[in-house]
């Protein structure tokens, strides 16, 4: 069955330091693989998707991910992080045969200044 | 403009209550969803459907009823609310297959008391 988790639940940065949001999914094929972010009270942006090629992608707001499948990862990177950035970050797999995307448990980004 | 719009952002009932929660989506999508986020942030799948037709039922009571009219339009009407119906409702589309981003809508806050 496919799961993903996301093994951080909370996250505290200063605001300009590197940031890395863990994600590793379990899917027997190929996995398609996003990010979305849900701001306070809002709801989920998508930051980035990976379905084939490139394992380096970017996205939208300085974010890259890259797709590691021999550690079945997809990290979400960010050089520096701004204040704006403090948001509920969601890693997400989807598949060629459903129509569902299953969900990580989350992880809470705070941003210090 | 909005994309996928969903009314309404807060909802506050009363237990045994029917209520209903409204969704469209203006970009032309074939597939519409129901998430259900709960106090944990933790994101799951309710339904799926495709030009009118449910795809997708992830084992949700009965007393939640989904109905599109359209391909542009899938409401969730909920029956006899129970204090564990509280969570927030995430509407999505997109077009079909797991490869596809899903836009999401704000999101309804659901409070049964």
């Known amino acids: 069955a496919q799961s993903v988790t996301q093994p951080d639940i909370h996250i505290t940065v200063s605001e300009g330091a590197s940031l890395e949001l863990r994600c590793n999914y379990s899917y027997g094929a190929t996995p398609y693989l996003f990010w979305y972010v849900q701001s306070p009270g809002q709801g989920l942006q998508l930051l980035l998707k990976y379905f084939s090629g490139d394992t380096l992608v970017q996205g939208i707001k300085g974010f890259e991910a890259e797709f590691k499948r021999s550690q079945s990862s997809f990290n979400l990177r960010k050089p520096s992080v701004h204040w704006s950035d403090a948001a509920e970050y969601f890693c997400?797999?989807?598949?060629?045969?459903?129509?569902?995307?299953?969900f990580g448990t989350g992880t809470r980004l705070q941003v210090f200044p | 403009d909005t994309a996928v719009s969903q009314t309404p952002k807060y909802l506050v009932t009363q237990m045994g209550n029917d209520k209903s929660i409204k969704c469209e989506q203006n970009?032309?999508?074939?597939?519409m969803y129901w998430y259900k986020q709960d106090s944990k942030k933790f994101l799951k799948i309710m339904f799926s459907y495709n030009n009118k037709e449910l795809i997708i039922n992830e084992t949700v009571p009965n007393r939640f009823s989904p109905k599109s009219p359209d391909k542009a339009h899938l409401n969730l009407h909920i029956n006899s609310l129970e204090l564990g119906d509280s969570a927030v409702y995430f509407c999505a589309s997109s077009h079909r297959g797991g490869e596809i981003e899903a836009f999401f809508g704000q999101g309804t806050r659901l409070t049964v008391v």
């Open positions: 997400a797999v989807g598949a060629l045969d459903t129509d569902k995307l299953i």
């Open positions: 970009l032309g999508h074939d597939t």
